[in-house]
């Protein structure tokens, strides 16, 4: 008997894991986690765009669900391209750390400014004339 209130307390205790999984729950802290990336990989200026970019993409959650092509909640394409393997990329850090790397990329490829970040993180390329409806308002 002893023994099971041991395993039910310990099962009823919340661990961290838990606690960090109720944190990237939060907007704020998913909030939080993408400004403390972006700042320190690319650049605090990119802040703004990377929040946009992600409210558009998964409404600031961490694995939505849907397209399966797409992951995490920048919904990159294939994060195995920034070394970043599509399991890890469902997780709130992997799915960031993935999306900043396509934005690096596409500052490599010429996105100077929020509006082609925007659009080169829609189409691939900086430059492209075609975006989704989402961005083309929030392009406005």
């Known amino acids: 008997m002893k023994f099971l209130t041991i395993l039910v307390a310990l099962a009823a205790t919340p661990t961290a894991a838990t606690a960090s999984e109720t944190d990237v729950a939060n907007p704020d802290a998913v909030r939080s986690m993408i400004s403390a990336k972006v700042s320190s990989e690319i650049g ?80 691939g390329n900086p430059f492209a004339r075609r975006v989704e409806r989402a961005y083309r308002i929030a392009l406005r």
């Open 44 to 123: 605090a200026q990119w802040v703004p765009t990377a929040l946009k970019i992600a409210q558009i993409e998964s409404r600031m959650q961490c694995n939505p669900h849907g397209n399966t092509r797409h992951h995490g909640i920048f919904q990159v394409g294939d994060p195995a391209r920034f070394g970043i393997s599509p399991s890890a990329a469902h997780t709130c850090s992997g799915g960031i750390a993935a999306g900043v790397a396509h934005m690096a990329s596409c500052i490599r490829m010429g996105a100077n400014n929020a509006r082609r970040m925007m659009i080169c993180h829609n189409a």
